[in-house]
């Protein structure tokens, strides 16, 4: 068997278990980032960096395809993004819980477990980057926090 068929065989077997599809997906990915969009705290990071929403949620939709459905259709480097941004725990939280929600809300509930625990997994990965980033090592439990003024506490 080589790579492409087991990669197919394992998405199948995802799909099977989970409902998910390319469909719901990009649903979800719309969906969350529209909320995303509004988000007093969240807003204000993406819009300094992102003008043209398409290609993002583009890139999005193949980000969570590789991660929920494992189709290797993302092919960025998400932590390169995420470290330099001036974000700390709090965002974090606030990021799931608007994927939580959304995804709750949008998929049946196999569909949003699956999407949640791969979420939640990603966060604390880019949470540990972004610390990392800015010479912070966090201990088991340490969450990374800034100050007012951005330096770290």
Known sequence: MTGAERREQITAQIVERTGITEAMIECLV?????KVRRDPML????????????PHLEQMCAFWSSVALMTGRYHGTPMVK???????????????????????????????????DRARRIAASLEMGVASGQ????????RYRRNEAGAVQ
């Not at 719309?30 to 529209?34: I, L, M, N, S, T």
């Not at 807003?43 to 398409?54: C, G, H, L, M």
């Not at 939280?93 to 999407?115: G, M, N, Y």
């Open 30 to 34: 719309h969906g969350f980032y529209a």
């Open 43 to 54: 807003a204000p990071v993406f819009d300094t960096r992102i003008r043209d929403w398409d």
């Open 82 to 116: 995420h470290v330099p941004l001036p974000v700390d725990a709090a965002h974090f939280d606030r990021w799931l819980q608007l994927f939580e929600a959304t995804a709750a809300e949008l998929c049946p509930s196999v569909a949003a477990e699956h999407f949640i």
């Open 135 to 142: 010479g912070v090592m966090l201990g088991v439990g340490e």
